[in-house]
């Protein structure tokens, strides 16, 4: 069963940046799509952006802006997720969560698709 664990959160101010890391333990191929998701005050759990581990093929939630970029290091079980020109409504708890993958590439699903999801990283971007 694969389990999944963020870090990199952080308190930043407008227009700063934070990369977030998630590593993945027991993963027994490269057939997983793995997403990451945010949790801000008073709104439901969102996806943003998911990736093929295999393939490296990203997926972007049509709400997204190009601030974000997630990326893999497959040496190192490890999705990343870029964040840039931070705004004080990205402030939430970032989460990230795996799927199995059927076909070599991933769209981004639902939360309710995910599994293995780590206890997520505070972001909070101040004004």
């Known amino acids: 069963q694969v389990r999944l664990m963020e870090s990199g959160g952080g308190s930043v101010n407008t227009g700063g940046s934070l990369q977030l890391s998630c590593v993945g333990f027991g993963w027994t191929d490269d057939d997983y799509c793995v997403g990451w998701f945010r949790e801000r005050p008073r709104k439901e759990r969102e996806g943003l952006a998911v990736i093929h581990m295999g393939v490296g093929k990203m997926t972007y939630a049509d709400s997204v802006e190009d601030r974000l970029t997630i990326s893999r290091d497959r040496s190192k079980s490890t999705v990343y997720l870029q964040m840039d020109s931070l705004k004080p409504d990205d402030t939430g708890v970032y989460y990230c969560?795996?799927?199995?993958?059927?076909?070599?590439?991933?769209?981004?699903?639902?939360?309710?698709?995910?599994?293995?999801w780590g206890q997520g990283t505070q972001v909070t971007v101040s004004s």
């Open positions: 969560a795996a799927r199995h993958a059927l076909f070599p590439g991933c769209s981004m699903g639902y939360v309710g698709q995910y599994s293995g």
